[in-house]
Nanobody, 125 residues
């Protein structure tokens, strides 16, 4: 069993920053590609960012590229999402996800095997 727990969400004004963290427990963290997804009210869940098991490759949605940065610390079993220049349209519940195939930074939701419970990010205008 793999458990993912997100933290760091909250309310921030447009232009501000937040840093989300996801702690993974239950299995060896290193083999997993880690992803971040988000779901806004009334919308489907969408890909945000992903990072391979080594941290050597990342992927970003076009809407966040240049503003968000995904990173990981395999010694601490954590993956972070630094979010800068936040916009009201970034408001959503953000989910951390893991897949046992750690060789590529997958963007497809169904590729991921394990999910966290989500953390709310609200950006006010």
């Amino acid at each position: 069993q793999v458990l993912l727990v997100e933290s760091g969400g909250g309310l921030v004004q447009a232009g501000g920053s937040l840093r989300l963290s996801c702690v993974v427990s239950g299995r060896t963290f290193n083999p997993y590609t880690m992803g971040w997804f988000r779901q806004a009210p009334g919308k489907e869940r969408e890909f945000v960012a992903a990072i391979t098991r080594s941290g050597g490759s990342t992927n970003y949605a076009d809407s966040v590229r240049g503003r968000f940065t995904v990173s990981r610390d395999n010694a601490r079993n954590t993956v972070d999402l630094q979010m800068n220049s936040l916009k009201p349209e970034d408001t959503a519940v953000y989910y951390c996800a893991a897949t046992a195939d750690g060789g590529y930074a997958y963007t497809f939701e169904r590729t991921y095997d394990y999910w966290g419970q989500g953390t709310q990010v609200t950006v006010s205008s």
